[in-house]
Structures are given as C-alpha cells and as structure tokens.
C-alpha cells in the first residue's frame, strides 16, 4: 500500500478533490467507474466530461483498475448515492485488505431503499473499516478556481479526523474537523431538497423574501429530522449545515436549485434530468427524506411539498399556495425545541 491518495468516481466533484490535492504535491489516483472514461482522462490528461480544458497536474495518475486504485492508505468516494452500495461490494471483493484504510465518502444523500445514510452503508457492506466523510459548502468550479472555501471532515476518531484535515487543507480550502458524522451527513443530503424548493421559487419568479423562508424554515426542517436520526442540532447550523444549505440555495452553479428552478418554469423533471450531465442528489434524497418524515412522525412541509412537486405532478404553484395556508403558528427556533 502506497502513500498516494485514491480518489473512486470521476464526475465533476471528485476530479476537482484530485486536481486540488494534486496541485498541493500529493500522489493522486484517480478512477472512474467506466473504463471508457478511463482511458479517456488518461489519454487526454484531463476529464473532458466534466472538467474540460483543466489539464490534470503531474501527480494525477489515473487508474485503469480498482485494484490499483484500492492501493493507497487513504480512499475517497465520489460517486452518486443510489450506486454506491453495488460499487463498495465491488471493492469488499477485492484481494486487497480493506481492514487499514481509511473510506472518505463525498457524496450527498440517502439510500431510497434501505433509509440509510452513506457511512452506514460502508459500514454494513464493508466491515470495521476506518470511515469519515467530507462535506461542506463547496461549488467545484470555485474550489477549482482557489476561492477561499470551508468544508468539514467528520470522523468518529478526532486523531484520524485531524490527519485528514491537514491532508485535505490548502491555502484556500480550509477543512474544519468534527465528530458527528450523521449531522454532517445529513446537512449535505437534506440541503439540496431545500435548494430545489428554492429553485422552484426562482422558476415562478418569486423574490428574495420567498427564498430566505425557505432557507430559514428549511433549516427547521433539517435540523429536527436530523436530531430525530441521532445526529447533534448544533452541527446543522455550522458550515457543514447552515454554510452547504445557504451556497446550495443560491448559487447559480448548483444542480439542485437548476432542477427547480427549471420545472418551476413549466418543464417536467424527466425532461430536466434528461437534459442534465451532472446528478442532482437532491431528486433521489427527496424520497426517502419523505418516507423518514413520516416514519418518525416530523414535520416537514417544504420537503413534503417538494416529494409532491417532483412525484405527484403537484403544480409548484399550488404547492406554495399550500405551504402558505398551513395553520398559523409560533416559530420554534429553540435547538432544544426544533
């Protein structure tokens, strides 16, 4: 097992982890899960499937084989929720110990099946392995560009957590290091169904005061789901939380507020899917955020509304007009009473 850093799923978020890493001196290597895209990246040295014209730094090397990409002490997961627990037995298959490695997950969501949160999965389909995730308020374009940027490393371990702070940290993206791994999982999965709601806000040509209450009373929303799976309140209003909810909402770049903002203007969600390179998490999350709501018996009327938009064929007008009739009430900002 070598020092290099392996870097598993090569969409846009994951090369941009490697171009940033690479760029700092570290080993990278980089593997998507089609050997198509492989071949592609190692001859043209550059992901032209998205991230065209950024060519890869000398310390990229990219991996034809898993085998060769399981080869290093630590591992990141790029790839979208919904694949990733066919892709971990992959590697649970894999000749090579898994037992001292150290399984980073970046990836945004909520399996639909099983309601479970991505280290959760790691954890069943890959044994005691070391895990931790990487989360934060990161546009890949402007990470990519050295806009001074924060994002939280959450592990169960505070040694391993600060070692992968420093391995991740450069001159301007600055990693934060935390032990609630559910709160930090669940602020970058359940943000992007909020963002979609603010898209569809921006779709109907709503304003600035329509979006701040969605973000606020999104974050309600959050916060008391996530408090009900065991994860602590204070985490969903740090960077992880509050930072991810805020940049995801509003930033022109974001998928997730695109796919509202897009069906908000009449187009229906296969059609923006279709159209869409990129995965927006937030239109698989919604499901199973969905189901936990109701399952644990909490309030959560913009992700209902969303589920309603994206699902049910709700129009996104009526969906707003239904969030505003709700019965009146006090606002409960209380992190003991959310």
């Not at 999965?189 to 973000?215: P, Q």
């Not at 209003?237 to 903002?261: A, I, K, M, Q, Y």
């Not at 009449?266 to 698989?284: D, F, H, P, Y």
């Amino acid at each position: 097992m070598n020092n290099a850093v392996s870097i598993i799923g090569a969409g846009g978020w994951g090369t941009t982890l490697a171009v940033v890493l690479a760029r700092k001196g570290i080993d990278v290597k980089l593997h998507s899960v089609f050997r198509e895209h492989n071949l592609q990246m190692k001859k043209e040295n550059q992901n032209r499937l998205f991230l065209k014209g950024v060519r890869f730094p000398s310390h990229i090397n990219v991996s034809l084989s898993l085998e060769d990409a399981l080869d290093s002490r630590v591992i990141i997961i790029a790839i979208p929720v919904k694949f990733i627990r066919e892709f971990l037995k992959k590697i649970a298959k894999q000749k090579a110990p898994v037992k001292n490695k150290i399984f980073v997950s970046v990836s945004k969501g909520i399996e639909s099946a099983s309601l479970k949160r991505v280290s959760q999965i790691m954890r069943e389909v890959l044994g005691p392995v070391e895990i931790a995730v990487l989360s934060g308020p990161n546009i890949a374009k402007e990470v990519l560009a050295g806009v001074p940027s924060a994002s939280v490393i959450a592990c169960n371990r505070a040694r391993v957590a600060q070692k992968l702070q420093a391995l991740l940290s450069t001159q301007t993206f600055r990693i934060y290091h935390h032990h609630d791994i559910a709160g930090v999982e669940l602020g970058g999965a359940l943000k992007n169904i909020i963002a979609i709601a603010c898209g569809l806000s921006d779709g109907l040509g709503f304003g600035t005061n329509t979006k701040a209450a969605l973000v606020t009373r999104g974050l309600v929303e959050i916060t008391r789901l996530g408090t009900k799976m065991g994860a602590h309140p204070q985490t969903f209003w740090g960077v992880s939380g509050l930072g991810d909810l805020v940049t995801t909402c509003f930033s022109p770049h974001s998928r997730n507020r695109f796919v509202g903002e897009e069906i908000g203007k009449g187009k229906s969600l296969t059609k923006v899917i279709k159209n869409m390179q990129m995965v927006a998490e937030g239109v698989e999350t919604v499901k199973p955020a969905y189901i936990l709501s109701k399952k644990l018996k909490v309030d959560m009327p913009i992700t209902k509304e969303v589920y309603c938009v994206l699902y049910k064929n709700k129009p996104p007008r009526q969906a707003v007009a239904d969030l505003m009739g709700r019965p009146l009430k006090r606002e409960m900002v209380s992190l003991k009473k959310l």
